[in-house]
């Protein structure tokens, strides 16, 4: 090689170690960053056999109590369809217990926005997965990026959790008083099917009424809700009555052998008034019948008696008189018409003529005469009776 030759193989290496070193150096200060591959390990592989996410998936996230042993690349189902697969698992924050959960969805799945999220099994010992419920009443879309809340997320029963149910009933559970139990019912239900049937019909019938009624017992329960509130706001009222009532209470007190004794009065005229009642209940009952009459015809007379009533009270002045006083005397015609039969008295001496008898008493017998009347004289000489 010749002399350029070397100078520009030189020159090159000179600018590469510069250039190196210069790199080197800005990747120290951090200036800027290489992407660097990295492998999390065997769960960063995909599952063969998932679901197609197709071409635009979309992620969302679900927040659960307890995700037992849910690993990344696990399926997330919708009717038990494979629909997507989890992405990643961690704790929603440093003091919780709960964790969320990552998943990618196919962009062709719709979801309604109130869709819960659930941690099943596949089978007794198959792999976990999540499965997202839908709500048949489901309003609005789940898009990307949107979470499911605790209250929405749940899981299944574990098969461990199944067994340590049934080893703690086989072992502590008390099984084996099942007989003593069975033993005792049957001594006490024992020829006494009847009455025990009768109870539990009165006790259905009881539960029957009560939930029949369980509106008029709501409204009594705020009725009495509404009564406690009223009395905490007048507390203060409430101690003012109950300490004003000591005295009179203490009065009762002092004066209980009285009260005592007309109690035992009371029970004692109660006995006496029954006695009596029962004795004269014949005779009242006698005298109800004896009335009964009257009072029907009392009952008839209607509006006379009440009319009857008032001119009794303005005899002999009724209402019709006092019309024709006209100051200090009073003016009246009266038409009599004599019964048949009637005998009529001759007016006397020196009395004025009498008027012309009514026709209906000249069409009568003529009747005997009577001797005049003698009239009162009035001597006027020494003194004599009159």
Not at 113 to 128: H, I, M, Y
Not at 177 to 196: D, F, H, M, P
Not at 351 to 372: C, E, F, L, N, V
Request: glycine fraction near 12%.
């Amino acid at each position: 090689m010749t002399g350029p030759g070397r100078r520009r193989a030189a020159t090159g290496a000179g600018l590469g170690c510069a250039l190196a070193v210069v790199v080197a150096f800005c990747l120290t200060l951090g200036v800027f960053t290489v992407p660097t591959p990295s492998f999390g390990g065997i769960e960063d592989l995909p599952l063969p056999g998932g679901a197609d996410l197709g071409p635009h998936p979309y992620t969302i996230t679900a927040d659960m109590k307890d995700v037992l042993s849910l690993v990344p690349q696990s399926a997330v189902k919708v009717n038990d369809v494979a629909v997507g697969r989890v992405t990643d698992i961690r704790l929603v924050g440093s003091d919780s217990w709960s964790a969320r959960v990552t998943m990618r969805l196919n962009g062709d799945v719709r979801l309604p926005a109130d869709t819960g999220a659930r941690l099943e099994q596949s089978s007794l010992l198959g792999e976990k997965y999540v499965q997202l419920v839908a709500p048949k009443d489901g309003t609005g879309s789940l898009g990307a990026g949107d979470r499911i809340p605790l209250s929405r997320t749940g899981r299944n029963t574990e098969v461990e959790e199944v067994f340590g149910a049934l080893s703690l009933l086989l072992n502590g559970g008390g099984v084996s008083q099942l007989k003593t139990i069975t033993t005792e019912l049957n001594s006490a239900i024992g020829g006494r099917e009847t009455q025990v049937r009768s109870t539990l019909h009165r006790v259905d019938t009881l539960v029957t009424d009560l939930d029949d009624h369980r509106g008029d017992i709501t409204a009594a329960l705020d009725g009495v809700n509404r009564l406690s509130a009223t009395l905490a706001h007048r507390k203060e009222d409430v101690g003012t009555v109950l300490t004003d009532l000591s005295p009179g209470l203490k009065t009762l007190e002092k004066q209980r052998g009285s009260l005592m004794t007309m109690l035992r009065s009371l029970d004692r005229l109660q006995g006496v008034a029954v006695e009596t009642i029962d004795r004269g209940k014949a005779d009242m009952v006698a005298d109800l019948k004896a009335i009964a009459p009257t009072l029907k015809t009392l009952a008839d007379s209607g509006k006379d008696l009440p009319d009857s009533l008032q001119v009794l009270l303005t005899y002999p002045f009724t209402d019709e008189v006092l019309r024709g006083v006209k100051g200090d005397y009073l003016n009246a015609y009266l038409d009599l018409t004599a019964e048949p039969g009637t005998t009529l008295i001759p007016p006397l001496a020196g009395a004025s003529p009498s008027p012309s008898p009514s026709p209906s008493a000249t069409a009568q017998k003529p009747a005997k005469k009577s001797p005049a009347l003698p009239l009162p004289s009035s001597g006027a000489s020494g003194g004599g009776s009159r």
